[in-house]
């Protein structure tokens, strides 16, 4: 039994990834539940596996004693001398016994649990691993989808991505490749969960982590990022090096670094604007791809109304209201677009309220 021990550790050590010192630990443990099972719940039992040969011992501390009474917990002072002659009277030692003592229906219940402390550890190290990749973007191969998920493999388990967390109108299939957002990792008494995503707005920020250098180096950063899955994408960016042009770095060469994004999203729409403090030039900048002509901001209700001219109206709106109502949740204001000519209309009622105000007060003055 050893040597097959010392194989199934080395086995599901490589394959598995787990760690060989973890693998001893439980399968010591479930031994020593089978020996438990064979000699009674003694408290002076334990197991040892040699960490080389994979040699199974059976230990039972004894107590020294001059004439032996009780041979399961005694051992005499003559004996214990043959194994460590430092040893005395009272004090305890270690006697070992081979694995076979266990017979062969104790081998198969140390067998079973062992399979089962061997699940249960690679349930730990797949839950750990990947519960610091929450947040990351993983690959894997569509396996099978099954009540409205997907189940992934990715190599060492399986992740699940609901439909909901896909792509408007993506259809996967079975031995598709795909990459995907770790939403969150969930431990579970089968073991963890994995759950993915496709419409994070961390997706696409992750997504640029890996196509632009200057992001990932910490050169470029994300300053916030908000996103309609399928349809549009708005991110605000800065540059710590003046020298570095933020929007440039992630619209590369051609375009070829965001067009990568945009064929993983499936044609979404990415504006990329870049940071400001200022806030009629954020506002301005994240109702892209309109242009605006005026903004009025009021800085204590975070209010702003913003003039564009006819033409611009729809595009700034956007279809369903999607494109301002991105840009109020980018930049955290409450915005309220109007046309040219509605600003005329307000701006010569304004005047008219005005001059009639001031009429009635110099009539009010001109009384006797």
């Known amino acids: ?42 408290p002076n039992i334990n197991i040892r596996i040699d960490p ?3 040699k199974v011992n059976l230990i039972v501390n004894k107590r020294i004693v001059q004439k ?29 016994t081979d694995m076979h003592d266990f017979g062969r229906i104790a081998a198969q219940t140390a067998k079973q649990v062992i399979l089962q402390k061997v699940k249960e550890a690679e349930r730990d190290v797949i839950y750990s691993e990947y519960k610091d990749k929450a947040g990351q973007i993983v690959s894997g191969v569509v396996m099978q989808k099954e009540k409205g998920n997907y189940f992934v493999n990715l190599g060492k388990t399986e992740a699940v991505l609901p439909q ?22 969930k431990a579970t008494l089968r073991g963890p969960v994995i759950i993915l995503s496709r419409t994070h707005p961390n997706f696409v920020a992750e997504l640029f982590r890996m196509e632009v250098p200057e992001i990932y180096e910490g050169i470029v950063a994300i300053k916030g990022i908000v996103r309609e899955a399928g349809e549009r994408t708005k991110l ?11 929007v440039g770095a992630c619209v590369g060469m051609k375009g070829t670094r965001v067009q990568t ?13 870049p940071w400001t403090e200022d806030p009629r030039m954020l506002i301005a900048k994240a109702l892209s791809p309109a242009s605006v002509e005026k903004i009025g901001v009021n800085e204590e209700e975070k209010s702003a109304v913003v003039v564009v001219n ?3 109206l729809s595009l700034a709106i956007g279809k369903k209201g999607q494109n301002v109502r991105l840009a109020m949740k980018l930049t955290g204001w409450d915005i309220d ?6 600003y005329e209309k307000i701006k010569h009622e304004d005047t008219e309220r005005h001059l009639q105000e001031t009429i009635i007060k110099q009539g009010q003055k001109g009384q006797p």
């Open 52 to 54: 080389t040969t994979g």
């Open 261 to 273: 994004i945009v064929r993983e999203l499936k044609g979404e729409r990415i504006d990329i604007i």
């Open 68 to 96: 032996v009474v009780d041979p399961k917990n005694e051992i005499s002072l003559e004996e214990a001398k043959k194994i460590d002659n430092t040893k005395g009277i009272d004090e305890e030692i270690e006697t070992y």
């Open 164 to 185: 909901r967390q896909t792509l408007p109108n993506e259809s996967l299939r079975r031995g598709d490749t795909i990459r995907a957002y770790i939403e969150e990792v």
């Open 310 to 312: 006819e033409q611009q």
């Open 236 to 246: 605000t960016v800065m540059s710590k090096d003046p020298m570095v042009d933020p």
């Open 337 to 342: 677009i109007i046309s040219e000519s509605e």
């Open 1 to 42: 039994m050893g040597h097959e021990l010392i194989q199934l550790i080395e086995h599901m050590s490589k394959e598995r990834g787990i760690p060989k010192a973890l693998l001893l630990e439980t399968l010591e443990s479930a031994l020593l539940s089978a020996a438990k099972k064979r000699y009674g719940n003694r």
